[in-house]
């Protein structure tokens, strides 16, 4: 019985609009606005009480470090800048390893760019014919040489299935794409191993564009001699 009286068509019954002499007030709050009003204000209620509750309950004595490594800006707690958390020798044995990771990197991606292009390289290119024909005449020798080259002009990739096509596109793709980030790499290793010798003692001065030999868009820098002792 109950899908029955589900099944027969009832009235909408719509609450009424704001009335004219009312509509200096702005539009009429309905039921379900009432409610997402009283949700919100019982929600900050709950919020106030809590927060009283532990301000009463608060030991004056109580102490944490994070009282002392950081600042309140603007209303928030941030923590304060740890500039000197480590020293030169500590940042440089950090740097070392980080080109050392970027390194391993290099070469690993050296090796899967070359193994992929081998194989890419053995799909593009045929192997040659190898075959020997043998001919009792002239005549006939001529009407082998004609198959031959029809055979040589038509399309090879006609037989090829679409799958393989795809295949073979997306591979070209992430070459490229493996391409693009070992240059990065070595880039980013080209600064870091700069950063290093930078960091190194000894008296140094950057070069300007007329005293370098082979202008180029990266910095170079001079040391300046040493006696060794």
Excluded: C
Aim: net charge positive.
């Amino acid at each position: 019985m109950s899908s029955l009286r589900n099944a027969i068509p009832r009235r909408a019954h719509k609450e009424r609009a704001q009335p004219e002499a009312r509509k200096k007030f702005g539009l009429l709050e309905k039921h379900k606005d009432y409610v997402v009003r009283a949700e919100a204000y019982h929600r900050k209620e709950e919020t106030i009480r809590k927060l009283k509750e532990k301000a009463a309950f608060k030991n004056p004595d109580e102490f944490y470090f994070m009282m002392i490594k950081s600042k309140t800006v603007g209303g928030i707690h941030k923590p304060k800048p740890e500039a000197n958390k480590y020293t030169e020798e500590e940042l440089l044995l950090l740097k070392n390893k980080d080109m050392g990771y970027i390194h391993q990197s290099i070469q690993s991606g050296k090796k899967k760019i070359e193994k992929l292009s081998s194989v890419l390289h053995e799909l593009d290119n045929k192997r040659p014919n190898k075959h020997v024909y043998f001919a009792e005449d002239r005549e006939e020798a001529k009407e082998i040489q004609s198959r031959i080259e029809q055979s040589s002009k038509l399309p090879g990739l006609d037989n090829i299935p679409s799958r393989i096509k795809r295949k073979t596109a997306s591979s070209y793709r992430e070459l490229e794409e493996r391409k693009q980030r070992l240059q990065k790499l070595e880039k980013l290793y080209a600064d870091m191993a700069l950063q290093k010798e930078l960091k190194k003692p000894g008296r140094k001065r950057k070069l300007r564009e007329d005293e370098m030999e082979t202008p180029t868009s990266q910095p170079v820098y001079k040391w300046r001699a040493q006696r060794k002792q």
